[in-house]
Each structure stands twice: as C-alpha cells, then as structure tokens.
C-alpha cells in the first residue's frame, strides 16, 4: 500500500509559494503570465491542503491503531506463547499466570474450586483454611498442621491444597512467603483477603 508521505504537501507549499512570489514580485511579467502563476499558486495550494490533510488523516489513524493494538498486545503474546502446546501444557500456563473460580457439575448442585498451579483446591476446603487461620492471624494456618483443618478426618492430600492456596495468597501479594518457623504472613487484614473469594469471617 502506497501510504501519503509528508514530501508531497511540502514541495506543493514550495512550488505555491515560488508561483505567487513570481506573480508579485516580478513588475514585467505579462498579464497572461501573472494570471498563470497565480493560477498555478492555488493549484498548488489546494494540492498542498489535500495531500496535507491526507497524511494528517492517516498519521491520526495509525496513531489509534497503535494504542489498539497496545491494549491487546499481552492477549496476543500470549496466544502466540500457547500456540502448538498440548491441552495439559495449556492448562498447567493456564494455572500459572491466572487465579479463577471454576465449577463443576454436582449433586446437589456444582461444587466450586479455586485453580491452584497443580491441583483445584476446593472452595469448601478455603473456607476452612480462612476459619482456622484466625487462631494464626496475621499469619496464615501453618501448612504443616494442614492436616488438622476440618478437624475429625480433615481432608485428604490436606497438606498440598494448604500448600497451592499459600501459594496463591502470596502470588497475589496478599502475604509474605513464610520465614522459618513462621507461616505466610498476611499483608492484608484476613477478612478482606477471605472476602476476596466469597467468604465471610
């Protein structure tokens, strides 16, 4: 595509200019010729204003079409960076980059879960989390007594979905990694992170 260029209006504006300095200045031109160069100053002059606004036009546009495609520059990125993987290799970047609430058809009716970066952590399972880490706040329920949420039998592999949902508190900078004895420490009061996921202390 040929796109207007900046060159045409400014030898335009020249040439204008050149033809009514000419008629102007120049005492012994014969009328004829003055009316020429007058003549060919305003062609020039309107060749210069529509090539002018042409490019203007077309600076706009490319312009826009700029900021268009910077807004959708990460989503575009990152449909490249997924093209040619398998469905478990989408699903584990998928896990990596994005924290959902995800359902899944049940009786009674659909159970809810939090996507953790190996594993679902069920949601009822969170609610239990949040419940016990007030007996640790600021800090959140240790991962290695995961075993004792729920209380009675807790949860099965209790210990890795207390694990994923640590994790993901602090990914979203809602805690501070755990430091030696000490479990992830909240960044945020417990109940606005636990009102964060629907649930209410």
């Known amino acids: ?16 200019g050149l ?6 200045k120049i005492d012994r031109l014969p009328d004829w010729l003055r009316l020429f160069l007058v003549f060919m100053g ?6 210069a204003l529509v090539t002018g606004f042409d490019y ?3 600076r706009i546009a490319d312009w826009m079409r700029s900021i268009g495609q910077a807004k ?6 990152y449909a490249y ?15 990596q980059v994005q924290q959902a609430i995800i359902g899944r058809p049940g009786e009674p009716g659909p ?6 970066y190996t594993i679902d952590i069920p949601l009822e399972f969170v609610s239990d989390f949040f419940e016990w880490s007030k007996k640790t706040d600021p800090f959140l329920w240790p991962v290695r007594d995961a075993k004792e949420i729920g209380g009675g039998d807790g949860y099965m592999n209790a210990k890795q979905l207390a694990s994923e949902f640590t994790d993901r508190i602090v ?3 809602w805690a501070k990694d755990a430091i030696g004895t000490h479990s992830a420490e909240l960044t945020e009061p417990l109940a606005t992170v636990a009102h964060r996921y629907g649930i209410e202390l």
């Open 1 to 16: 595509m040929d796109y207007p260029r900046l060159r045409e209006p400014l030898i335009s504006v020249i040439c204008a």
């Open 19 to 24: 033809c009514f300095i000419l008629a102007w």
């Open 42 to 47: 305003c062609v020039f002059t309107a060749t």
């Open 56 to 58: 203007l036009v077309d």
């Open 72 to 77: 959708v520059y990460p989503a575009v990125q």
């Open 81 to 95: 960076a997924l093209k040619g993987l398998t469905a478990a290799q989408t699903d584990m970047v998928q896990r």
């Open 111 to 116: 159970a809810w879960y939090i996507r953790g």
């Open 171 to 173: 990914a979203a900078g």
